[in-house]
Nanobody, 121 residues
Framework: QVQLVESGGGLVQAGGSLRLSCAAS????????MGWYRQAPGKQRELVAS???????NYADSVKGRFTISRDNAKNTVYLQMNSLKPEDTAVYYC???????????????WGQGILVTVSS
């Protein structure tokens, strides 16, 4: 019922920037919290940043001051601006949207397909 399409990943040198986008579509009644997660090889998936429906944000300590999460409610889209990238930021990044669907009015977690961000040293 709900699909998330991610874009903006790629290869960048240390110190560079990337902007990730995640657009939700489908039978959406409303969108609540939105966030970005990442998973590096051999590591657990971790929360990078989140933003509530009231635009309250939270960041992992490792990205504070470098990453910025934002949302465009008119476009059902969440963004992650990543600046001053480091090699340790290399991971597959996943967006997650907490969405209430039409008809059921039930909240569910929708996940993007994952996009690779590679930061070279």
């Amino acid at each position: 019922q709900v699909q998330l399409v991610e874009s903006g990943g790629g290869l960048v040198q240390a110190g560079g920037s990337l902007r990730l986008s995640c657009a939700a579509s489908g039978s959406i009644f409303s969108i609540n919290d939105m966030g970005w997660y990442r998973q590096a090889p051999g590591k657990q998936r971790e929360l990078v940043a989140s933003i509530t429906s009231g635009d309250s944000t939270n960041y992992a300590d490792s990205v504070k001051g470098r990453f910025t999460i934002s949302r465009d409610n008119a476009k059902n889209t969440v963004y992650l601006q990543m600046n001053s990238l480091k090699p340790e930021d290399t991971a597959v990044y996943y967006c997650k949207v907490v969405v209430t669907t039409i008809s059921t009015k039930r909240a569910l977690d929708a996940w993007g397909q994952g996009i690779l961000v590679t930061v070279s040293s």
